[in-house]
């Protein structure tokens, strides 16, 4: 009789195994099998969070010591706490996982005849406050105008003739070509 199981089945049963059946299945199928896939900047698919894009490129994760609202105290590495406003630290998080997911050394060549095009992410974070200053025509280019395309995500998109109501991308996030 031949049995076969699929290895993200295995790895599910593993973790919710007590020690004495985790013991069993490693003498089964090898430690191996149950390692975690180490985040690598070989591989864009080991990156799933911000932690994981800091243990790739070998930096320090930002310490936050607490969140109040619209500010986030940050811990440096010389013990002192910094308050900063909670939108640049996700975007601080962001840009880290950005370059994670670009790969390992990537530098982008762009040639005068424009046969290689590079994509990378322009993140442009508001407070309330930012957003409720703002004049109608720059807040239509924020959110949708148009309810099928983008509103339901929350997201924007900007292109050169049709502002976010119409994205080519159909994804929610911010482009910038170079």
């Known amino acids: 009789m031949k049995v076969e199981i699929e290895e993200s089945k295995l790895q599910t049963a593993y973790a919710n195994a007590c020690d004495g059946v985790k013991d069993f299945m490693e003498s089964l199928f090898g430690k191996k099998v149950f390692e975690a896939a180490k985040p690598t900047l070989d591989d864009y698919k080991t990156i799933r969070t911000y932690e994981d894009a800091c243990v790739a490129l070998k930096q320090d994760a930002i ?7 619209d500010t986030t105290t940050v811990l440096t590495n010389g013990g002192d706490r910094v308050n900063m406003p909670s939108h640049i ?3 601080m998080k962001l840009e880290t996982i950005s370059r994670a997911l670009w790969g390992r050394d990537f530098q982008p060549k762009p040639d005068g005849e424009g046969s290689k095009v590079y994509w990378y992410p322009w993140f442009a974070l ?3 406050k930012e957003i409720n200053d703002m004049y109608p025509e ?7 105008a148009f309810a099928s395309d983008g509103a339901y995500a929350g997201f924007g998109c900007l292109y050169a003739v049709y502002r976010s109501s119409t994205a ?3 994804i929610g996030f911010r482009l910038c070509r170079f």
């Open 168 to 170: 080519s991308a159909n």
């Open 138 to 144: 720059q807040r239509g280019a924020l959110l949708s």
């Open 89 to 91: 630290v996700a975007l």
């Open 126 to 128: 508001y407070t309330k």
């Open 63 to 69: 310490r936050v010591d607490s969140v109040n609202r």
